[in-house]
């Protein structure tokens, strides 16, 4: 089951400057976590009931999203869907036709996570995440 809009990211050229600009505009103070698993170092931002918006900085070029921003510039690179059960959640997805990046849940910082393809979500980069159970780390 979707269960909310768990983060939304943005791909960004320089967190620093980025992270200043919506510290300003949002009024909450970012944690800066470094992602080497996505190879990206992140802003994020806690808003209102528990959604989050992350700023994506490449860590290098090899970096998904150096890709992204040489290809498309700055902007909305995905949304991120929490689900309670990811690898049924994927099974569903595909069922409805949607091409999938990852087949199964892989580690990420926030849980279990897995990729659906933008050119079979309307052009968006869609993320499902399972996050880790309380104390589990
Ligand atoms: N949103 C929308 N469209 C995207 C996209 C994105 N984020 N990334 C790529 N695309 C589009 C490209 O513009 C391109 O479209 P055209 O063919 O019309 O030009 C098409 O998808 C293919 O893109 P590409 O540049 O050739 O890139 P790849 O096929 O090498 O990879 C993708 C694209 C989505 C499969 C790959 O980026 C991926 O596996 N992403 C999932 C993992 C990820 O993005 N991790 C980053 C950090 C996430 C986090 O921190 O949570």
């Known amino acids: 089951m979707i269960k909310r809009v768990h983060h939304?990211?943005?791909?960004?050229?320089?967190?620093?400057?980025?992270?200043?600009?919506?510290?300003?505009?949002?009024?909450?103070e970012p944690a800066i976590e470094a992602a080497p698993c996505q190879r990206v170092t992140e802003a994020v931002f806690h808003v209102g009931e528990g959604a989050e918006i992350d700023l994506l900085e490449p860590m290098g070029e090899d970096s998904t999203?150096?890709?992204?921003?040489?290809?498309?510039?700055?902007?909305?690179h995905h949304i991120a869907l929490e689900v309670d059960d990811i690898n049924a959640e994927l099974?569903?997805?595909e069922a409805k036709g949607v091409r999938l990046i990852d087949?199964?849940?892989?580690?990420?910082?926030?849980?279990?996570?897995?990729?659906?393809h933008p050119?079979?979500?309307?052009?968006?980069?869609?993320?499902?995440?399972?996050?880790?159970?309380?104390?589990?780390?």
């Open 119 to 137: 050119k079979s979500v309307s052009g968006v980069l869609v993320e499902l995440v399972q996050p880790r159970d309380e104390g589990e780390k």
């Open 91 to 93: 099974k569903a997805m």
């Open 65 to 76: 999203v150096a890709k992204f921003l040489e290809k498309r510039g700055e902007g909305l």
């Open 8 to 28: 939304i990211g943005i791909a960004v050229n320089n967190l620093k400057e980025s992270a200043a600009l919506f510290e300003r505009l949002l009024g909450v």
């Open 103 to 116: 087949k199964d849940g892989r580690d990420g910082v926030a849980g279990q996570i897995a990729f659906l």
